[in-house]
């Protein structure tokens, strides 16, 4: 494993997080098993299962629009070789969210059915209550922040997690005065990883979530003295991407405090069962909604 620059020190943070009170649910880029992924039928469809969060991607528009997709470009969501940042967000919404989505036949049923890829401004209006959990994928030109800005306008910091897997866009985040949560980077997982308690105190600790899979090339996160170790130092950890439910019931007996996933219908019963909680699923709607 290469040995990262250390983490900065961390900020201050102007209002305080309550811990959730059970571990969580998160639907990895919506219900995207049964809906295209990062469209909002998928994330309204992962609310009626009963998920607590939303986990998507972040990109902005040639025009400065923050748009929700995993991808930089949209050729296998929408068959359209262009990439996002290079054209404005009319041009962006005309593509067919809903042609990359491919059933279990291999039938794509929701193709010219209307789907779009959606601003994180239409999420936020359409999902005032629901928390985020929102990946900045796009560097170049940065977009954390219009991501931060657009938060702010909102209101909504409290209740949106932002991460990355690169350490810029958070460092960029945390010195615009993020109030909201951060996870850690890629790098702050290999600190966290190899540096003594002490040691990551003493760099006052970045984030508040440490976000990884269960198994790492030779590493495997999903280990109790791992879980352990974020606990004492204050950190919540989630697992992605877990699809399994006897996965997903083994992580949290180990302590884990989050789970990511593609089949939020194939892991919320295991919530269910343990968390009395946890809300029951209510009907789906149509297919094309």
């Known amino acids: 494993m290469a040995f990262a620059r250390p983490p900065r020190p961390g900020y201050t943070r102007a209002i305080p997080l309550p811990r959730p009170k059970r571990p969580l649910l998160y ?6 098993r049964e809906r ?7 994330f309204l469809r992962a609310l009626e299962i009963g998920t607590d969060a939303i986990e998507t991607d ?11 997709s995993h991808d930089p470009d949209g050729w296998r969501m929408c068959a359209v070789r262009k990439r996002i940042r290079d054209w404005p967000l009319a041009e962006v919404q005309s593509w067919d969210a809903g042609f990359g989505f491919v059933d279990a036949d291999g039938h794509r049923p929701f193709a010219g059915r209307g789907y779009r890829i959606p601003t994180l401004a239409e999420v936020l209006d359409a999902l005032p209550d629901t928390p985020l959990n929102i990946d900045l994928k796009q560097t170049d030109p940065p977009i954390a922040p ?15 997690t932002l991460a990355s ?33 002490c040691v990551w105190r003493a760099l006052r600790r970045p984030g508040d979530a440490a976000q990884v899979p269960p198994l790492h ?7 109790r003295r791992f879980i352990r170790k974020c606990h004492q130092l204050g950190l919540r950890v989630d697992y992605w991407t877990i699809n399994d439910p006897g996965e997903a ?13 593609d089949d939020p219908a194939a892991i919320a019963p295991v919530f ?12 789906p709607r149509p297919a094309g909604a």
């Open 27 to 32: 639907s990895h880029r919506g219900a995207s």
């Open 165 to 197: 897997f690169h350490r810029e866009p958070l460092d960029l985040v945390r010195r615009l005065g993020y109030r909201g949560p951060t996870a850690l980077s890629e790098d702050d997982i290999r600190w966290l990883l190899l540096a003594p308690r």
């Open 146 to 160: 219009a991501v931060v800005r657009l938060l702010r306008e909102r209101d909504a910091e409290r209740r949106v």
């Open 272 to 283: 269910r069962s343990r968390y009395p909680d946890f809300p029951s699923s209510a009907p």
């Open 249 to 261: 019931a083994r992580l949290l007996d180990a302590g884990a405090d989050g789970i990511m996933t």
């Open 58 to 68: 972040a990109h902005m528009t040639a025009d400065g629009h923050v748009v929700l």
């Open 36 to 42: 295209p992924e990062n469209t909002l039928p998928s």
């Open 217 to 223: 090339g030779r590493i495997r996160f999903a280990r």
